[in-house]
């Protein structure tokens, strides 16, 4: 040591001394499952598509929704976003309109006609999907995606299944439906229409597995009293009626009443609506907060003008008017019982929306495939019913009866049928923990209300087209806080006292452990909780 | 980005500490305790010094926390010229060393001096005096813990009222440091007419680092106060320097303005106003004051000075009264 009394050694010196062995807790980029994500039923990754959305590089961001959900477009009209309820932002200043972004960018893709592209090679296998609705086109889709040639019969004259022949034009028209199909097809999908199956086991030779989605087609029936005069109709066989190009029902032209409270009845309603009914009531028996319905439908139901009478089951329909028992409703035990009084309705047609079944007639010979109670098909973990190689998803299997389940089931069978086809066991991805609202730190995030557009279609079956410009996708993008996953804030890197965390010039970010004292200011100053404190025995 | 953070990228402020270049004149291997303000807070201010001058900046540091725990004898965390003598007169080293760079024609090279409160409030405060009456071209930085932290937090003219420290111990009816005492330094300063004062908070990073980029480019004296919490001695956890740094200016305690020529021109807003209990309750050198039966009455005293603080330096959007 070459230098005189009190002087220190040269700059920096301290290098030498290794704080980190000070430390008792650790910091560790986490990348923590965003709630959004993680309510998804198709698992998409809203975290990561937003995130190049607000970069404005949409079709990445296409790229990525379409990983886990082939229709974009679709989904962004009649999706019910699930994820905009769990998302963080709801606790702060509102939701990020994910559901919107999607359409927008869905919209796009079709716009400049963006296609899938299908990297794997062949597999050789060859794989049978029934039903071309939204799960049996997912399906296809991600099967082919892996690789596998897929074959889809459909008993309708079209495919889109409940897409087409369930929700009502001015909520998904028709071209968008054909649009994302036909993107479906491109990748050489084959779908062959109006095949009915009767007997599976006389279809599937040729193929190396098989994956049913049927969906539920058939009304169920109603027990009841009636007498001829009024017209009675379904509101799925109004549906499919519509669509497949006859004249439009005159019958419905005076007081309508429906029954039922699901999403069914609402789009019957408001089909009636459209069709010239003066006067459409809805009948159901729990209270307006129990319908099954979404909420936004029945709010712009009833902002149509569409009654809804609650507490009330149907008990005998007479030759122009209905007979109605006022019920009463235990809501914490879920109990109906008649209270007693009842009340006449006239009417001069009623649409049935009290739910459907499966049709399980294409299953009969196949004495392996077990039945439900509630009417659907039963499969193992893997997606398979009882039968080797037989798959099942969508409506035609318990669950939510939503197209983004459907999707969401199709994801998870593709990946089944493909382990089963290459002679592997499926393996789920682990899941990361789900981050909630109190483990980010929202200092950094100015208040910024949510980009609300109304989407309320007017009284015709043309879709309101509502979109958000450019310009919008990335502002409503960016309102995303990016929950449990870094975005390069640098708040770590900046706030480290002991400068142990290294950025580098790509951006990226990591712990120096030599140095790390285990304060823990860099978790508690980033904004998302991409970093979580653990104990530091697992760590260095 | 929608986000006001460090890499702030929307806004083209990135700062410098979000630079991956940033010049880290203060490096690892420091012995400051968990989570220590101070260490972020030199770190800070110096690096965007070094910045503003093209690195052509020499330190004078006073005796403190931050020289105890920077240069541990044969160690040395600076990356820059750093000179420490004696607790009292890091002001008149610094006067020297701007009188030596003067005499060789060398004033491209900029003088910082800096110190905790300690030593500027309290045992430096005659040496600090001359430096601003002469009006020597030197920017003193004070690092404000509020006490005497590595000797054992021990009261220093800086103390907050009603604080516990090692020698404020509250007893009986004595609720800690008395609201009578300390002093402003930051007006202190003001009142010798020097061409600069500042406050600044290690939770407002792109505030303290234009601050200190404008301050060292000044000729003559400049004061720059600087909040930096302490875990050790205020007693929270040391995961929440930057949140308690936050709420001390979010409830209007810590107000930060710039002030030239002995006039305030600027103050910063407080655009999310919370009570002083938010702050104070985070810290254990205050928890005499919330009993059981919540906060005491010496609350309201402590909220009267946060809000003659809005009123006096217009943290609500009104005008500056000062």
């Known amino acids: 040591m070459n230098k005189p009394f009190a002087t220190v050694l040269g700059a920096s010196t301290s290098l030498s001394n290794k704080t980190g062995s000070w430390r008792t807790m650790c910091p560790n980029f986490a990348n923590k499952l965003p709630p959004c994500n993680a309510t998804c039923p198709a698992g998409e990754n809203i975290q990561l598509w937003l995130s190049l959305a607000k970069e404005e590089q949409f079709h990445e961001a296409w790229k990525v929704m379409t990983q886990s959900n082939p229709f974009p477009a679709i989904m962004g009209r009649v999706c019910y976003y699930t994820c905009e309820k769990a998302c963080n932002r709801e606790q702060f200043d509102g939701a990020v309109n994910i559901n919107l972004i999607e359409k927008s960018i869905g919209d796009i893709a079709i716009a400049n006609h963006w296609k899938f592209e299908n990297v794997s090679p062949n597999s050789g296998k060859k794989v049978l999907i029934v039903g071309a609705g939204p799960s049996g086109l997912s399906a296809a889709y991600f099967l082919k995606m892996l690789g596998h040639d897929v074959t889809i019969f459909e008993n309708h004259i079209k495919p889109g299944g409940m897409m087409r022949y369930g929700i009502p034009r001015y909520r998904l028209s028709n071209s968008i439906i054909n649009a994302e199909i036909k993107r479906i097809e491109d990748l050489g999908v084959q779908i062959i229409c109006n095949k009915r199956v009767s007997n599976i086991l006389n279809e599937i030779k040729g193929f190396d597995a098989t994956y049913i989605s049927i969906g539920a087609c058939l009304a169920t029936p109603v027990d009841l009293e009636t007498k001829e005069s009024p017209d009675i109709v379904n509101a799925i066989d109004l549906f499919k009626e519509l669509e497949d190009g006859k004249n439009r029902p005159s019958y419905l032209e005076k007081k309508v009443i429906i029954y039922g409270g699901g999403n069914t009845a609402i789009d019957a309603a408001r089909t009636a609506l459209r069709l010239g009914a003066k006067n459409v009531k809805i009948i159901y028996r729990r209270g307006i907060n129990n319908m099954p319905a979404h909420e936004v439908e029945i709010?712009?139901?009833?902002?149509?003008?569409?009654?809804?009478?609650?507490?009330?089951?149907?008990?005998?329909?007479?030759?122009?008017?209905?007979?109605?028992?006022?019920?009463?409703?235990?809501?914490?035990?879920?109990?109906?019982?008649?209270?007693?009084?009842?009340?006449?309705?006239?009417?001069?047609?009623?649409?049935?929306?009290?739910?459907?079944?499966?049709?399980?007639?294409?299953?009969?010979?196949?004495?392996?495939?077990?039945?439900?109670?509630?009417?659907?098909?039963?499969?193992?973990?893997?997606?398979?019913?009882?039968?080797?190689?037989?798959?099942?998803?969508?409506?035609?299997?318990?669950?939510?009866?939503?197209?983004?389940?459907?999707?969401?089931?199709?994801?998870?069978?593709?990946?089944?049928?493909?382990?089963?086809?290459?002679?592997?066991?499926?393996?789920?991805?682990?899941?990361?923990?789900?981050?909630?609202?109190?483990?980010?730190?929202?200092?950094?995030?100015p208040k910024d209300n949510r980009i609300t557009v109304s989407r309320m279609p007017d009284l015709s079956f043309d879709e309101r087209d509502v979109s958000y410009s450019d310009q919008k996708i990335i502002v409503e993008s960016a309102r995303c806080f990016s929950c449990g996953n870094c975005f390069h804030c640098d708040n770590c890197y900046a706030y480290c006292p002991d400068n142990a965390i290294i950025k580098h010039s790509d951006g990226s970010l990591e712990i120096n452990y030599d140095y790390c004292k285990g304060c823990g200011m860099c978790a508690a100053e980033c904004p998302c909780g991409a970093i979580e404190m653990i104990s530091d025995d697992s760590k260095v | 980005?929608?986000?006001?953070?460090?890499?702030?990228?929307?806004?083209?402020?990135?700062?410098?500490?979000?630079?991956?270049?940033?010049?880290?004149?203060?490096?690892?291997?420091?012995?400051?305790?968990?989570?220590?303000?101070?260490?972020?807070?030199?770190?800070?201010?110096?690096?965007?010094?070094?910045?503003?001058?093209?690195?052509?900046?020499?330190?004078?540091?006073?005796?403190?926390?931050?020289?105890?725990?920077?240069?541990?004898?044969?160690?040395?965390?600076?990356?820059?010229?750093?000179?420490?003598?004696?607790?009292?007169?890091?002001?008149?080293?610094?006067?020297?060393?701007?009188?030596?760079?003067?005499?060789?024609?060398?004033?491209?090279?900029?003088?910082?001096?800096?110190?905790?409160?300690?030593?500027?409030?309290?045992?430096?405060?005659?040496?600090?005096?001359?430096?601003?009456?002469?009006?020597?071209?030197?920017?003193?930085?004070?690092?404000?813990?509020?006490?005497?932290?590595?000797?054992?937090?021990?009261?220093?003219?800086?103390?907050?009222?009603?604080?516990?420290?090692?020698?404020?111990?509250?007893?009986?009816?004595?609720?800690?440091?008395?609201?009578?005492?300390?002093?402003?330094?930051?007006?202190?300063?003001?009142?010798?007419?020097?061409?600069?004062?500042?406050?600044?908070?290690?939770a407002n990073i792109p505030d303290l680092e234009e601050k200190v980029s404008k301050a060292i480019n000044i000729r003559g004296s400049k004061y720059l106060h600087v909040h930096v919490p302490c875990p050790l001695g205020w007693g929270y956890p040391t995961s929440d320097t930057i949140k308690v740094a936050r709420l001390a200016i979010q409830c209007g305690l810590f107000p930060l303005f710039e002030a030239e020529n002995a006039k305030i021109v600027s103050s910063t807003i407080i655009d999310n106003l919370v009570p002083v209990q938010d702050y104070l309750i985070l810290q254990k050198r205050f928890a005499h004051l919330f009993g059981k039966n919540g906060p005491s009455e010496t609350v309201e005293v402590i909220q009267s000075i946060a809000n003659a603080n809005i009123e006096k330096y217009g943290l609500n959007g009104g005008i500056i009264n000062e």
């Open chain 1, 299 to 445: 709010k712009e139901a009833l902002t149509e003008g569409i009654e809804i009478l609650c507490l009330r089951t149907i008990n005998s329909i007479n030759s122009d008017n209905i007979l109605v028992d006022k019920m009463n409703y235990d809501e914490k035990l879920d109990v109906l019982s008649k209270s007693g009084e009842t009340e006449t309705i006239y009417a001069d047609s009623v649409i049935f929306a009290i739910g459907q079944s499966v049709d399980i007639s294409v299953l009969q010979e196949v004495k392996s495939i077990e039945i439900s109670e509630k009417g659907t098909i039963k499969v193992d973990k893997n997606m398979m019913t009882g039968e080797k190689g037989i798959f099942a998803g969508g409506d035609a299997i318990l669950g939510k009866r939503t197209v983004t389940n459907a999707i969401g089931h199709a994801k998870k069978a593709a990946k089944c049928i493909d382990a089963y086809l290459r002679g592997v066991e499926f393996v789920p991805n682990i899941k990361n923990k789900v981050i909630n609202f109190k483990k980010l730190n929202t200092a950094y995030f």
């Open chain 2, 1 to 202: 980005m929608s986000s006001a953070t460090l890499g702030n990228k929307s806004t083209g402020k990135a700062t410098v500490q979000s630079d991956h270049n940033r010049p880290n004149t203060l490096t690892s291997g420091h012995r400051a305790c968990q989570g220590c303000g101070e260490a972020l807070g030199a770190r800070c201010a110096v690096d965007a010094a070094y910045r503003a001058t093209n690195g052509k900046i020499m330190v004078v540091n006073a005796t403190g926390c931050l020289e105890v725990f920077s240069c541990a004898f044969p160690e040395n965390s600076w990356g820059i010229p750093w000179l420490h003598s004696l607790f009292g007169n890091a002001p008149a080293v610094a006067t020297g060393v701007a009188a030596a760079l003067h005499r060789q024609n060398r004033e491209d090279i900029r003088v910082i001096a800096q110190g905790g409160d300690g030593s500027t409030f309290d045992i430096g405060m005659g040496c600090l005096s001359g430096m601003f009456e002469r009006n020597d071209d030197v920017l003193y930085i004070c690092y404000d813990n509020q006490a005497y932290m590595n000797t054992g937090v021990q009261r220093s003219g800086a103390t907050p009222p009603l604080a516990r420290t090692a020698t404020t111990l509250p007893h009986r009816s004595y609720l800690g440091n008395d609201p009578q005492t300390g002093k402003d330094i930051p007006k202190i300063a003001m009142a010798h007419g020097i061409p600069y004062v500042a406050t600044a908070s290690i």
